[in-house]
């Protein structure tokens, strides 16, 4: 199996039999070898995938592309070349057609279409009603657009994004499918979990409101949390866990001012604060004048307005007070006051505020 397959254009990996043992016929030890092998080489994905898409429009064996499915892609490929009559492709020559257009490459939307349907085996997967029975808005404007969904919940669509919803959700679940960027407001439903997939990962929630950026050009995918709580998966978690059927899900989980960034490239989940964060318990800005307050108060002040734990040595601190006034200040900079008063400095790690301090 020790072959050089960085060097291979995806026509290569779609005549390669570990690559088809894979994608037609399902074989668990090569999907971990392919996943492993396309964790480590990060710029092969979109060979691989158009090579996996080839394979399927072909209808090579066990595809869940369908003969309607088929034939928007045949329309698509069309659209790309007017060579032959259209009569030409609605017949079996359109698998030997495909290939030849496929190979020589002739135009960027026909390679566009066929990696997103690569991804209908996906969709049939976790859309009530398959990959049939969903709807879809994009958003091709400059302006966010909202979509109203049948639970009540509704979702901000940024420009150049796309979702997928079922048509009507199951009493059990609701999922939906995005590309790009979009802002939730959830209806809460404790029997029902609300579930936004992406490409990499995958978000649970009951009822909040949160942001994911997911765009297919940028390196890293992205959730925040406005309030509530989400649990963050990524896609290989849910098909393990899918896999090994135990019906236990080791999610990250998220709580208001956090976010989680899914690296591509070491394919991972990484837990951090949000850039702005906002306060998430109404304070009084006249209860942020300090006169001589322990630091010790000031930072309990902060973790139940931000939801952010302050982790610091209140021993060492204990000497420490703060006479400030940070009425307008966002958090950080409110930090770095306190920090610079008492000759102490801060890290975030794990959503979390460590402070380091020798002491006042």
């Not at 989940?269 to 300090?290: A, C, D, G, H, M």
Request: hydrophobic share 35%; glycine share 4%.
């Amino acid at each position: 199996m020790e072959k050089e397959y960085r060097k291979y254009h995806f026509e290569d990996l779609a005549k390669d039999p570990h690559f088809r043992s894979w994608v037609i016929d399902r074989n668990p030890e090569s999907r971990i070898f392919w996943e492993q092998w396309l964790a480590e080489n990060p710029d092969m994905q979109k060979t691989a995938h158009l090579a996996r898409a080839f394979l399927m429009a072909l209808e090579e064996k066990d595809t869940h592309l369908d003969q309607e499915e088929l034939e928007n892609i045949t329309d698509q490929i069309v659209e790309e070349n007017q060579a032959y009559p259209v009569s030409f492709w609605k017949t079996k020559a359109f698998r030997i057609a495909a290939a030849l257009l496929l190979f020589s490459g002739l135009g960027y939307l026909g390679y566009s279409f066929i990696t997103e349907n690569s991804r209908e085996d996906v969709l049939s997967g976790i859309l009530d009603g398959g990959a049939e029975g969903y709807q879809e808005e994009s958003n091709t404007g400059d302006q966010i657009k909202v979509v109203s969904l049948i639970d009540g919940s509704k979702v901000s669509l940024y420009p150049k994004s796309k979702l997928r919803y079922p048509k009507s959700f199951s009493m059990k679940k609701r999922s939906i499918y995005l590309t790009g960027k979009a802002f939730f407001d959830i209806h809460k439903n404790p029997n029902s979990p609300f579930w936004v997939y992406t490409e990499h990962i995958s978000t649970q929630v009951l009822g909040t409101s949160f942001t994911v950026s997911a765009f297919e050009n940028t390196k890293d995918v992205k959730v925040e949390v406005k309030t509530g709580r989400v649990s963050v998966y990524t896609r290989k978690d849910l098909d393990a866990n899918k896999d090994d059927r135990k019906g236990m899900l080791a999610g990250m989980v998220l709580t208001p001012n956090q976010q989680v960034t899914f690296s591509k490239t070491e394919a991972r989940l990484i837990k951090s604060i949000v850039e702005q964060p906002e306060q998430i318990v109404e304070i009084p800005k006249e209860q942020f004048r300090f006169e001589e307050t322990s630091v010790s108060n000031v930072f309990l002040m902060l973790e139940k307005a931000y939801g952010i734990s302050i982790i610091f040595d209140a021993q060492n601190m204990i000497d420490c007070y703060l006479t400030a006034t940070l009425e307008e200040e966002n958090l950080y900079e409110k930090l770095d006051i306190i920090c610079k008063v008492t000759h102490s400095y801060y890290e975030i790690v794990d959503a979390q505020i460590i402070i380091h301090s020798r002491g006042c």
